[in-house]
């Protein structure tokens, strides 16, 4: 069988686009390692569209029911299989997956999303989602008035401290050099607001609390001196690993991994195949803009279809 069309991921993106592509009754395979991209970690989502407040859990198991509403004759789903590569195959496309299956198609949209990077400090992992967290759109008004600390000095970490700063009563962000790798007319416009306090060439050693975070311990990389900050929010920003490693062949990535695309179709640089989502280059990272994404991607993969 030669489908029209193969998703890969099962996150906001990947199931948006195959009830779409479903309803246009486009032959789609949907292949989802798991449901719910990285919100499935999550405890409470605030930002889904719709929805006051959700589990990560609770909205994964939405995301599956929804999808499988819609399989049937024109919708296919392969549950629990990875991409492993993808391959030209004359004007088609071959989706190996680590099944043993190896999938023809017309067409691909990349939704694989991406994984955040992890803070590594004693009792991270055990205070996360407690205090700390790695979404400051998703997380932050839940920190107003709260002494918070933001590590990371890219642009996701100056975003974040932006945000931070409209709600929080204070906000410190840290950076492991001595130099911010966030656009520099970011960073200046921060600089200037009184409740903003940088700390350079220092990283993380311990994350405090018991049941929620009180505390955070970091270390001077230059002198080793160790001091103690009484916050109750770490806003972790050091990068995402995207889950693009199978298509590192076929499409242009970028020096971190993501998908480059075309923002206005999400059309990667090989014709055939479109990308939506935290797996892309795209500035902003939410479950409502990747879903938003893969509906114009969606879109884009129709038109093409039937003005060959």
Not at 12 to 28: C, E, F, I, L
Not at 135 to 141: E, F, R, V
Request: charged share 25%.
């Amino acid at each position: 069988m030669i489908y029209d069309l193969i998703i890969i991921g099962g996150g906001p993106a990947g199931v948006a686009a195959s009830v779409y592509a479903a309803r246009k009754k486009m032959k789609t395979l949907l292949i989802a390692p798991e449901w719910g991209g990285q919100s499935i970690v999550s405890e409470k989502i605030y930002n889904w569209i719709g929805t006051e407040a959700i589990s990560g859990a609770e909205l994964a198991e939405n995301f599956k029911k929804h999808a499988l509403a819609n399989a049937g004759e024109d919708l296919q789903i392969k549950e629990g299989q990875k991409v492993t590569n993808i391959s030209k195959k004359e004007n088609n496309f071959v989706v190996k997956t680590d099944a043993g299956e190896e999938l023809e198609t017309k067409t691909i949209l990349i939704s694989s999303g991406s994984g955040r990077r992890k803070l590594q400090a004693i009792g991270a992992d055990r205070l996360e989602h407690k205090g700390l967290t790695y979404c400051a759109s998703c997380d932050g008004p839940l920190f107003s008035g709260a002494d918070v600390v933001v590590i990371g000095g890219g642009n996701a970490g100056f975003e974040s401290a932006a945000q931070l700063l409209a709600y929080c009563k204070s906000v410190t962000l840290m950076n492991r050099s001595d130099v911010f790798r966030a656009d520099e007319i970011t960073v200046e416009k921060l600089l200037k607001n009184p409740k903003l306090t940088v700390l350079k060439n220092v990283e993380t050693v311990e994350v405090k609390g018991e049941k929620f975070v009180e505390g955070l311990v970091y270390k001077n990389v230059t002198t080793n001196e160790e001091k103690t900050l009484n916050v109750t929010g770490v806003f972790v920003e050091i990068g995402q690993i995207p889950n693009t490693d199978f298509a590192k062949d076929i499409v242009t990535l970028d020096a971190i991994g993501r998908v480059k695309i075309d923002p206005t179709t999400q059309k990667t640089s090989t014709p055939g195949i479109w990308a939506a989502g935290d797996c892309t280059d795209v500035l902003y990272h939410q479950n409502n803009i990747a879903a938003g994404d893969a509906v114009r991607a969606l879109e884009d993969i129709y038109l093409a279809i039937h003005t060959k």
